[in-house]
């Protein structure tokens, strides 16, 4: 079966300090892959892709992701953290006309 | 990206009545997406709406829970029918790009069944 796997359910760090949220996935092909983020009560927003290329895409607020092909891996980071990152993040795979999405991480900043 | 307004923002029924659920987008899209997010869960896709036919429901969901209509290039509904507590959830409405690439979502509609 095809799965995107978050195993954190909750990520703390500390303001300014650099965060990791991780992302595991097992979809056939070469997906593509995103990070999304839900802030309280609101959508998810887009914050970046990998399609192809270069390892380590840049996104929006600062946000990075690295692809590893080898780990199927599609880890989201950023440099240092700020309190306004506090949110749910969401790993994406997408392939033949379907999204897979993961569970969730919980990213609490904290000051 | 698109820029995708849903109506109502929230709301709470009683058990055994329906909702529709409008979504709205300011471009025109060929597919468009319903998934529902259940309180501390990821998302799950309900159905996929192309305008001028009957939308395709994904396993575990069905027509006559949640019709879905696509009058055209802009605008879905989803009603959520007969509604149970199981039923509360946030139903989120989205848009491919272009390319069908990448998804965009709508704010969702927060619906809670008493």
């Known amino acids: 079966a095809q799965s995107v796997a978050q195993p954190e359910d909750q990520v703390n760090v500390a303001e300014g300090n650099p965060l990791t949220v991780k992302c595991t996935y097992s979809?056939?092909?070469?997906?593509?892959l995103f990070w999304y983020v839900q802030y309280p009560n609101r959508g998810l927003q887009f914050l970046l892709k990998y399609i192809t290329g270069d390892n380590l895409v840049k996104g929006s607020y600062g946000f990075e992701a690295e692809f590893n092909k080898s780990q199927t891996s599609f880890h989201l980071k950023k440099p240092s953290a700020l309190v306004s990152d506090s949110a749910l993040y969401f790993c994406?795979?997408?392939?033949?006309?379907?999204?897979?999405f993961g569970s969730g991480t919980k990213l609490n900043v904290k000051p | 990206s698109a820029v995708i307004s849903q109506k109502p923002s929230r709301d709470i029924c009683q058990r055994g009545t329906s909702l529709t659920i409008q979504c709205q987008v300011d471009?025109?899209?060929?597919?468009m997406f319903w998934y529902r997010q259940q309180p501390g869960q990821s998302l799950t896709l309900i159905a996929t709406a192309n305008q001028g036919s009957e939308a395709t429901y994904e396993s575990g969901f069905v027509i006559d829970k949640f019709p879905i209509s696509r009058p055209n290039l802009t605008f879905s509904t989803l009603t959520v029918s007969n509604m149970s507590p199981e039923d509360s959830s946030i139903y989120l409405c989205?848009?491919?790009?272009?390319?069908?690439?990448?998804?965009?979502f709508g704010p969702g509609t927060r619906l809670l069944v008493l």
């Open positions: 994406a795979a997408y392939n033949f006309n379907k999204f897979y």
């Open positions: 979809v056939s092909g070469n997906p593509y």
């Open positions: 471009s025109q899209v060929t597919m």
């Open positions: 989205s848009v491919g790009d272009r390319f069908q690439e990448t998804q965009y």
